[in-house]
């Protein structure tokens, strides 16, 4: 999926769209995308001032977008102006890299359970083969009320 297909899946947008490319997808169980980790980023003046390292939570989020995008993909339905994936859940988050401006994050998420509009996920993120962060997600797609 180029950046394209993404925004037609995703409703976040600039500064807070966290995806890049999605390489490689098996709808209904895997997805493998992209995040190229660039120092113009909005966040890297203030985290951390003449060390910037992107902060762990925007990383949770970004593996939570890709989540999204195989959700939707494997549902076989692109999301309206009145549905919305929130987080019911993040557990086991473990950071063991710092990511830093020129880095690539790349994504892994596999479902490892899905019952109606909930889903659980296990992600991994990774820099130049390295783990830098993993957890396991629980989403939820909602309606707007």
């Known amino acids: 999926m180029d950046i394209n297909e993404i925004l037609s899946y995703l409703p976040h947008r600039y500064p807070f769209l966290l995806v890049d490319r999605v390489i490689e997808i098996e709808e209904g169980k895997r997805i493998v995308a992209i995040k190229n980790v660039t120092m113009n980023e909005p966040f890297f003046p203030g985290h951390f001032p003449g060390h910037p390292v992107m902060p762990g939570v925007l990383i949770v989020e970004a593996m939570a977008q890709v989540a999204a995008l195989l959700s939707f993909k494997s549902m076989g ?45 296990k992600g991994v993120a990774r820099v130049d083969g390295q783990l830098a962060t993993e957890a396991e997600l629980m989403c939820a797609l909602k309606t707007k009320s």
């Open 77 to 121: 339905v692109k999301p309206d102006e009145n549905s919305v994936v929130l987080f019911a859940g993040i557990d086991n988050v473990r950071f063991k890299r710092q990511v830093v401006p020129g880095d690539q994050l790349v994504f892994e998420v596999e479902i490892l359970q899905g019952k109606r509009n909930v889903y659980k996920y």
